[in-house]
DNA sequence: AGGAAGATTATTGTATACAAGATTTGCAAA
DNA sequence: TTTGCAAATCTTGTATACAATAATCTTCCT
C-alpha cells in the first residue's frame, strides 16, 4: 500500500499552504498568487486552485471572484465571536470527558498536562503552546464524539495564531497552566459541569484578556491591507 | 447575464448539487461522477471537480483518491455525534437570543413561529419544514453571533435530510409547535437558561426519537451502499 | 499638472489534452 | 462453475491552452 502516492497532491498543498498560514509565514492579508504558489511548490495552477478552494471553504483565506486570494484579516469583533464559540465547544467537550473518558483517555490527558508542566518550569511558552494543544485534543478525543472533536479541532487550528499570542500575555502560561491542573481534576472526578464550566472561561476571551486580544492583533496585521503599496512601504 | 457573470461558475454548481443532495435527488451512497455532471449542467469537469471539492470539505460527499466521489453516507452513531453538536449550537444561539435580541429579531421570531402555526393547523408537514428552518434562523441571527449563526446553519443544512423524515413521525409536527413556542416565550422574557435548555432538548435525538432516526435511516439509503457485506447481505 | 479614457498587461476562470491509477472484462485453468 | 490473471477500458489527477475580466499604464485633453 504505497501510503503517500495515494494522497491527492492537492490535498498536500492545502495542508503545506494552511501551514504557512497558521505559522504565521503567509500573515493576514497576504495575498496568494497561483503562479507564484504553483513555481514555490514546483506544480501547475490547477492543483493550487484545488487547495486554495479549500482552504477557502474551511475559511482561511478568501477568494474574492476574478480577484484572486488573500488570506483571511479576521476582525477583532468576529474572532470573539469564534472564541465564544469556541469557548462552548469545548465546554462541551469537557462535560462528555466527564462522562465518558476511559482510564486511556484519563492517561493521556495527565501525560499532556505533566508535559505542559515540563514547558512551564523551563518557562518556554513556544514549547507551552504546543503541548497545550496536545492536552487540549486529548480532551476532545476524550468527549468521545468524533464529530465534535473534528469540529473542535478545525476551530482550535484556524484560531492558533492568535491564540499563540495570548501566551505570550505575563503570567498568562502560569494561570494556564492552573486551569489546566483544575480541568484534569473535574474530568478524572467525573464531574462534568465544573469541566465544562472550567473549560469555557479558560478559553473564552473575557476582561482583561480581551484587551491583550486586541492589542496582539495590531502587532499582527500592522497595516498589511491588500494595496501592494504597504507592502512596498514596509519594506523601505 | 452580467450579474451572474460576476460570480464563479463553481459556487453556482456547488449551491445546485448541494440542493440536489439535501433534497435527496441525490441521495446518500449516489456515485458523483465528473463527466456525467460536466454533461449534465453543460460544463467541463474543471469547475465541477471545483464544486466537489467544495463539498468534500463541508462533509456533503466523500471524495476518495483516484476512486472518485460519493454522497457522503452518515453512519448513524456519526448522525447522533452530529445531533449532539447540533443541539449545544442551538442552546447556546438560543442562550445568546435571549440575553442579546432586539425588539426586530423578537418581531422575526413570532413571525416565523406564526407561519409555522399556519402550517401545522394545515397539517402540511413539507412546509412546515421549510418554515420550521425559517424559525431557527431567525433565533440563530438573533444570537447576534454572526460566525455562530453560520456554523449553525451550516450544520442544519447539512442534517436537513434527516430532520425532515423526522416530522413525519406521528405527532411530531404538533411537539415541534409546542416546543416552539415555550422557546420563543423564554427568549422573549430573556429567560436565557430557559431558551437554552428548552432549544437543546427540542433538537437533541433522545430516547423514542433516537429509534425514529434509525428506522427513517433505513429507509433512506435502501440498498445504495459502498459497504460489501450490505450489498452482499441485501442481494442473498 | 491633474484627470479621464483608451490601450496594454496581468491574473483569474474555464476548457481541453495528457498521464496515471483503478475497475472491468475476457480468457484460461483448476 | 469458479478462480486467477492479464489486457483493455474507464475515471481521476495534473498540466497546458485559451478566454474573459480586472488592474495598470500611457496618452491626451483640460
Redesign the pocket.
Known amino acids: 500500500m504505497?501510503a503517500a502516492?495515494?494522497?491527492?497532491?492537492?490535498?498536500?498543498?492545502r495542508e503545506r499552504i494552511e501551514e504557512n498560514i497558521v505559522t504565521g509565514a503567509y500573515p493576514p492579508g497576504t495575498?496568494?498568487?497561483?503562479?507564484?504558489l504553483?513555481e514555490t511548490f514546483?506544480?501547475?495552477?490547477?492543483?493550487?486552485?484545488?487547495a486554495?478552494i479549500q482552504l477557502s471553504s474551511e475559511g482561511f483565506i478568501e477568494?474574492?471572484?476574478?480577484?484572486?486570494?488573500i488570506v483571511a484579516q479576521i476582525a477583532p469583533a468576529r474572532l470573539c465571536e469564534m472564541f465564544d464559540v469556541m469557548a462552548e465547544l469545548e465546554a462541551m467537550c469537557g462535560r462528555l470527558a466527564a462522562r465518558r473518558a476511559v482510564a486511556e483517555d484519563i492517561k493521556r490527558i495527565r501525560e499532556a498536562h505533566a508535559a505542559c508542566q515540563s514547558a512551564r518550569d523551563a518557562n518556554d511558552p513556544d514549547t507551552y503552546y504546543r503541548l497545550n494543544e496536545t492536552f487540549h485534543f486529548a480532551i476532545y478525543v476524550a468527549s468521545h464524539n468524533g464529530f465534535l472533536a473534528e469540529q473542535a479541532t478545525g476551530l482550535h487550528r484556524r484560531l492558533r495564531p492568535y491564540r499563540r499570542l495570548q501566551l505570550r500575555v505575563r503570567n498568562r502560561m502560569n494561570n494556564s497552566f492552573d486551569e489546566h491542573n483544575a480541568i484534569v481534576e473535574a474530568i478524572a472526578r467525573g464531574d462534568s459541569d465544573a469541566a465544562a464550566d472550567i473549560l469555557r472561561s479558560h478559553v473564552a476571551v473575557q476582561g482583561e484578556r480581551f484587551a491583550d486580544l486586541i492589542a496582539s492583533l495590531a502587532s499582527m496585521h500592522p497595516d498589511k491591507t491588500?494595496?501592494?503599496?504597504t507592502a512596498m512601504r514596509r519594506s523601505a
Open positions: 504505497e502516492g495515494t494522497v491527492r497532491l492537492s490535498e498536500q498543498l495575498r496568494l498568487d497561483e503562479v507564484e504553483a514546483g506544480v501547475s495552477r490547477t492543483p493550487i486552485r484545488e486554495l477568494i474574492r471572484p476574478r480577484r484572486g486570494a491588500t494595496d501592494p503599496t
